[in-house]
């Protein structure tokens, strides 16, 4: 009797163990069918552009030298002052070219009617022979600028191509960088290009592409490159010609939008909509696609709202990524001075998804 009784009692546990089973099996299932899922609409911002790096210079330059050995008997300017084109800079002693001209010149003028035509020519040719080396003790400006910097005293002795200063022209900066081989498809006369130096921190400074020669060099890094051009016509006295920057060209305008996943997107009569996380307000709005599990919202969000799950991904083989957009900041980055990146491309979204802005399965 007690064994019997001891049976129906172990039986009855174990019936009473199921049920408290499949109750409570049956509210962790209910409790996940009602459990909502949220997603971040994020700003994705591409960018299709060529980095850069590179020092600029001045937009004309001028090394002042003697042409010839001797004494500086004038200097007429001084670092800062600026000159014309033809200005004298600073001189020579000249008195032997000067007393060789006017000995050549009496000559010339003693046998003007004796001489013949020809031996008159060849007097002519050694007279300007002589008067260039009258010029040649001279240093003079060969374009309006400002002197740079100027080293030299009356009494200096100098050698010929001894430099003792440096002419510039500030108008405007150029720049010469190189970009890989990749990416000289891209370029084209004008595309604005976006200049960060060190030396100005208040911002940013806006230049130009101005042309490309029709030849390609090989760098020391083994890689094949095209120097290109560029120019800055305005920019902040901070910055001076031998600056160092990085920059980019830009290949096309900057472009920002709204990526969230597809599963955020809800439709009714195959129009688009939203619900809001805060408020559960419902927005309608425009979509395409991106990628196999993104859409781009065009009109309808500005971007940082997190938006309640209108579907679910299937169980197996689907990106649960939460977090709204696939990406930060995307780019696609060519070749520049002192680095070896290439083309990337990148910023397109992954291949697949859905067409037509069609509801996905639920």
Same mark, same amino acid.
Do not use: C
């Given at each position: 009797?007690?064994?019997?009784?001891?049976?129906?009692? @172990?039986?009855?546990?174990?019936?009473?163990?199921?049920?408290?089973?499949?109750?409570?099996?049956?509210?962790?299932?209910?409790?996940?069918?009602?459990?909502?899922?949220? =997603?971040?609409?994020n700003v994705e911002t591409y960018? &299709?552009?060529?980095?850069?790096?590179?020092? *600029?210079?001045?937009?004309?330059?001028?090394?002042?030298?003697?042409?010839?050995?001797?004494?500086?008997?004038?200097?007429?300017?001084?670092?800062?002052?600026?000159?014309?084109?033809? /200005?004298?800079?600073?001189?020579?002693?000249?008195?032997?070219?000067? =007393?060789?001209?006017?000995?050549?010149?009496?000559?010339?003028?003693?046998?003007?009617?004796?001489?013949?035509?020809?031996?008159?020519?060849?007097?002519?040719?050694?007279?300007?022979?002589?008067?260039?080396?009258?010029? /040649?003790?001279?240093?003079? #400006?060969?374009? /309006?600028?400002?002197?740079?910097?100027?080293?030299?005293?009356?009494? /200096?002795?100098?050698?010929?191509?001894?430099?003792?200063? $440096?002419?510039? !022209?500030?108008?405007?900066? $150029? +720049?010469?960088?190189? *970009?890989?081989? $990749?990416?000289?498809?891209?370029?084209?006369?004008?595309?604005?290009?976006?200049?960060?130096?060190?030396?100005?921190?208040?911002? $940013?400074?806006?230049?130009?592409?101005?042309?490309?020669?029709? @030849?390609? %060099? *090989?760098?020391?890094?083994? #890689?094949?490159?095209? !120097?290109?051009n560029l120019r800055i016509d305005?920019?902040?006295?901070? @910055?001076?010609?031998?600056?160092?920057?990085?920059?980019?060209?830009?290949?096309?305008?900057?472009?920002?939008?709204?990526v969230v996943s597809r599963y #955020?997107?809800?439709?009714?009569?195959?129009?688009?909509?939203?619900?809001?996380?805060?408020?559960?307000?419902?927005?309608?709005?425009?979509?395409?696609?991106?990628?196999?599990? =993104?859409?781009?919202?065009?009109?309808?969000?500005?971007?940082?709202? *997190?938006?309640?799950?209108?579907?679910?991904?299937? +169980?197996?083989?689907? &990106?649960?990524?939460?977090?709204?957009?696939?990406?930060?900041?995307?780019?696609?980055?060519?070749?520049?001075?002192? %680095?070896?990146?290439?083309?990337?491309? +990148?910023?397109?979204?992954?291949?697949?998804?859905?067409?037509?802005?069609?509801?996905?399965?639920?």
């Open positions: 009797m007690k064994k019997k009784i001891k049976i129906i009692i @172990i039986s009855a546990s174990v019936v009473v163990f199921l049920i408290l089973l499949l109750v409570v099996l049956r509210l962790a299932l209910g409790s996940k069918k009602t459990e909502k899922t949220y =997603y971040t609409a960018e &299709n552009v060529i980095e850069i790096s590179g020092t *600029v210079a001045a937009a004309q330059e001028q090394t002042l030298q003697a042409l010839s050995a001797g004494t500086v008997t004038g200097v007429y300017v001084k670092a800062g002052d600026k000159v014309k084109k033809g /200005d004298i800079i600073l001189k020579l002693d000249d008195s032997e070219q000067i =007393y060789n001209l006017e000995k050549h010149d009496y000559n010339m003028a003693t046998k003007q009617y004796s001489a013949s035509a020809r031996e008159l020519k060849l007097m002519q040719t050694e007279r300007n022979s002589i008067l260039q080396k009258v010029n /040649d003790r001279k240093v003079i #400006a060969t374009f /309006d600028g400002i002197i740079a910097d100027l080293d030299v005293a009356v009494g /200096d002795s100098l050698e010929a191509k001894d430099k003792i200063g $440096t002419l510039v !022209n500030t108008d405007y900066l $150029t +720049a010469e960088v190189e *970009v890989t081989e $990749t990416d000289v498809s891209k370029l084209s006369v004008g595309q604005k290009v976006i200049f960060k130096f060190p030396a100005y921190t208040a911002g $940013t400074v806006e230049g130009y592409v101005i042309g490309w020669p029709a @030849i390609g %060099s *090989v760098t020391s890094r083994g #890689a094949t490159v095209v !120097n290109v305005e920019y902040p006295e901070e @910055i001076l010609p031998y600056f160092s920057f990085t920059g980019k060209i830009e290949i096309s305008p900057t472009e920002s939008y709204v #955020a997107i809800g439709y009714e009569n195959k129009e688009p909509y939203v619900v809001l996380a805060k408020g559960g307000q419902k927005k309608s709005v425009k979509v395409e696609p991106y990628g196999s599990e =993104y859409v781009k919202v065009t009109e309808g969000l500005e971007g940082g709202e *997190v938006l309640v799950g209108q579907s679910s991904p299937k +169980a197996s083989g689907m &990106n649960r990524n939460r977090g709204g957009a696939p990406g930060g900041s995307r780019s696609s980055s060519g070749g520049s001075k002192g %680095s070896s990146g290439g083309a990337g491309g +990148a910023g397109a979204p992954p291949s697949g998804g859905f067409g037509g802005g069609m509801p996905p399965s639920r």
